[in-house]
């Protein structure tokens, strides 16, 4: 099991009120909403192995050199110049991150993160080294590209917490989108991303790019058609496409995930045992974890 994490804590931030508070007055909604989360998970689904991905590069330069507007809606106005764009990320939240990681390596559960790619990236690496079924637990649509289920590559959405997910598979996919999870990527470039700041191919929606990927197969066959005068491409469709040759020759590499991150060595086996007890109960004590630590330790141990 997959965690992309920053998802799953920005849901647990906004799920769970703020007067959810360490001893000190900090707010730990979100630590606290992930570890009830994490003890969730394991309890419904009982992985082998989980892994918490991290951002470790959320707005990976080589991305942005590839399309400039790539996250920059979501980079915060006072980042420095000259320094790495920060993300905007709620005021209460940010000091709950560093206590999540304490909690996570107290714990043992592993987190791994590289520079400079983003989570997605150490998913993507992961899922391509797996040698048996993977689940995805994102809010991060981006990751529909992964699901394979020759492999038993399946990505658990979540609807309502953790509780309620949505199980997504290649019948899923081809019922709301058209495509499989190869074919996700094509779907997603040309459709555009606002979250993500992707423009996508003006005029051609979700509908229109699910037509022609069903018609052309993917992304190169599309193009191919645009030099084809037979190709049943309208002159609407043919215009935006081929005036949008430079944005299609450089969004395959952004959009899709890399999977072949240097990882380092870790353990990825679920942890029976907090692998540091003193420095977990220091930090249940520090921050208030009380319930929801308990909680995911009991899961841990069953």
């Not at 991303?193 to 018609?215: F, H, N, Q, R």
């Not at 002159?235 to 991150?261: F, G, I, N």
């Not at 240097?262 to 220091?282: I, K, N, V």
Request: glycine share 8%.
């Amino acid at each position: 099991m997959l965690l992309d994490t920053a998802s799953l804590y920005f849901r647990a931030y906004f799920g769970v009120p703020d007067s959810v508070r360490a001893p000190d007055g900090t707010p730990v909604n979100a630590a606290r909403g992930l570890l009830d989360f994490i003890a969730r998970l394991v309890q419904d689904h009982r992985p082998d192995d989980l892994v918490a991905c991290w951002d470790n590069d959320w707005r990976p330069q080589w991305r942005v050199d590839l399309i400039p507007t790539y996250k920059a809606h979501r980079v915060a106005e006072e980042t420095p110049a000259g320094q790495t764009d920060e993300e905007e990320i709620p005021d209460t939240l940010s000091p709950q991150v560093p206590i999540i990681e304490d909690v996570l390596a107290a714990l043992g559960i592993a987190r791994i993160g590289v520079t400079p790619y983003e989570a997605d990236d150490v998913i993507g690496t992961l899922t391509a080294r797996a040698t048996g079924p993977v689940d995805i637990v994102t809010g991060d649509r981006d990751l529909y590209q992964l699901v394979d289920d020759a492999r038993q590559v399946r990505v658990l959405y979540p609807l309502k917490g953790v509780g309620t997910l949505q199980m997504t598979d290649e019948a899923w996919l081809r019922e709301k989108y058209g495509v499989d999870g190869a074919g996700y990527v094509d779907l997603a470039l040309l459709r555009g991303d606002p979250s993500d700041g992707l423009p996508g191919v003006p005029g051609i929606g979700e509908k229109t790019a699910a037509k022609l990927l069903d018609a052309y197969g993917d992304l190169a066959g599309i193009m191919a058609a645009v030099d084809d005068p037979k190709a049943k491409l309208t002159p609407s469709q043919r215009k935006r496409l081929d005036e949008a040759r430079d944005y299609v020759a450089v969004a395959p590499k952004v959009v899709r995930v890399a999977r072949d991150v240097p990882l380092p060595g870790f353990d990825p086996a679920l942890p029976r045992e907090p692998r540091d007890p003193a420095a977990l109960e220091a930090l249940a004590e520090q921050w208030g974890l009380g319930g929801a630590l308990k909680r995911l330790l009991t899961t841990l141990q069953a």
